[in-house]
């Protein structure tokens, strides 16, 4: 049986992976006069009086909803928020066994931005934060903007920040063993969607200075016709010799190269006309852009892929429950870039530079230290830029 049969057979056994358990005991009329009346109103007074109180009195401190619309779930598409569910609550699963953090899935029915945006501003006081998930772009990063405008705890769409985090983490890492910096290597990013884009600012933010982004039209360019909104906004910081041309134009001469595209898309040939110690993330799943075999054969010196049968797992995993659980335990008003560069160096501290190969440049995805450090991480950035309320 492969393995999503049998996830599919886990499933219908489990009939849910997430459960409510109750930390209140009721077991007779005192314990119910004391979860619930007429004890409960005491505390419903408190909160009355003072709303930050909620964090005290309830869960709010360690609660956060995951909400997708269902637009972009993993490699399916559009499949609708109830198909979603199952990711959802995989997520929420994740959250409490690698940061003991408790989430709450929500699928919304609709595709409307602005009443997507109104309906998680409704729900945003019973939480602490709130996780966006597998929201399609553009879409995506209105949602994700309006939501900032408007709520006072922190809003974080993993597939764009997590990603961009941990991609950058491996990055640090890889570059310190081709002996390269930052500010002068040349990256190429092949896929312009919400991951890619939220790559491309995470890295400008980190130093890179020489990045080029593709997408199935080419390389882009300011002003193409095809640029969408998001994409528009990045070419002014981007593609600064305004090559145009396609994807084996844009990798030619390149120290790095990261997809978030399309499977089997590079060549043998594209990897060989790199710069010499070249740094391949080829990240699409379940079958990346091109094979890590493949690429090292063709002269990569160091890849990495999403993928767990690999070396150099690049996975979400790494970032969320720590950053969440930073955030919460400082109560921040949100996640800031300062917090998510400080992530990525965290991340890529958890490998000292005495012990990173090729095939060693990011911890494993099951590294018990890496939600404490990446928390320690958001809680210090977080009070160092005035964003924390504890």
């Known amino acids: 049986m492969d393995i999503r049969q049998e996830s599919l057979k886990k499933h219908y056994e489990w009939k849910g992976k997430i459960e409510v358990i109750s930390r209140a ?13 007429p004890g409960v109103a005491e505390p419903c007074l408190e909160i009355n009086k003072d709303i930050s109180k909620s964090y005290d009195l309830t869960r709010r401190s360690n609660l956060v909803a995951v909400i997708t619309d269902g637009t972009a779930i993993l490699g399916l598409g559009d499949i609708g928020p109830e198909a979603g569910m199952p990711v959802m609550e995989g997520k929420c699963a994740l959250f409490k066994a690698f ?10 029915k609709s595709k409307d931005v602005d009443e997507i945006v109104r309906t998680i501003y409704l729900l945003s006081g019973s939480f602490g934060g709130i996780n966006l998930e597998d929201i399609s ?8 903007r ?36 930052i500010g002068n290597v040349k990256v190429v990013i092949n896929g312009a969607g919400s991951a890619g884009i939220a790559i491309g600012k995470h890295l400008l933010n980190m130093g890179v200075k020489h990045l080029t982004f593709v997408d199935r039209h080419g390389i882009i360019c300011e002003g193409d016709k095809n640029n969408n909104p998001a994409q528009e906004e990045v070419s002014k910081v981007t593609n600064l010799e305004h090559m145009k041309g396609t994807l084996a134009d844009a990798m030619r001469g390149a120290d790095v ?7 089997g898309i ?4 594209m990897v060989k006309s790199m710069a010499p110690d070249s740094i391949m993330f080829p990240m699409a799943n379940p079958t990346p852009e091109i094979m890590p075999d493949l690429a090292k054969k063709a002269g990569a010196r160091v890849v990495g892929t999403g993928r767990s049968d690999f070396p150099n797992q690049i996975n979400n995993v790494l970032a969320f429950p720590g950053i969440f659980r930073g955030a919460l ?3 921040a008003t949100c996640i800031n870039e300062e917090m998510k560069v400080a992530t990525s160096f965290a991340l890529a501290s958890l490998i000292p530079d005495d012990e990173i190969t090729e095939e060693n440049i990011i911890a494993p995805a099951l590294d018990k230290r890496v939600a404490e450090v990446v928390a320690k991480a958001v809680i210090e950035t977080a009070h160092k830029t005035g964003v924390a309320r504890i």
Do not use: W
């Open 25 to 37: 005991p009721i077991n007779d009329k005192m314990d119910l006069s004391l979860a619930y009346t």
């Open 99 to 108: 940061a003991d953090v408790d989430a709450f899935p929500l699928c919304i």
């Open 137 to 144: 772009a553009p879409r995506c990063f209105e949602i994700e």
């Open 146 to 181: 309006k939501l900032k405008e408007i709520c006072d705890i922190p809003i974080f769409h993993d597939d764009q920040h997590g990603t961009a985090i941990v991609v950058a983490a491996a990055l640090i890492n890889a570059l310190k063993l081709v002996k390269k910096e």
């Open 257 to 263: 190269f990261i997809g978030v595209s399309a499977p």
């Open 266 to 269: 590079v060549s043998e040939e």
């Open 329 to 331: 335990d400082c109560r």
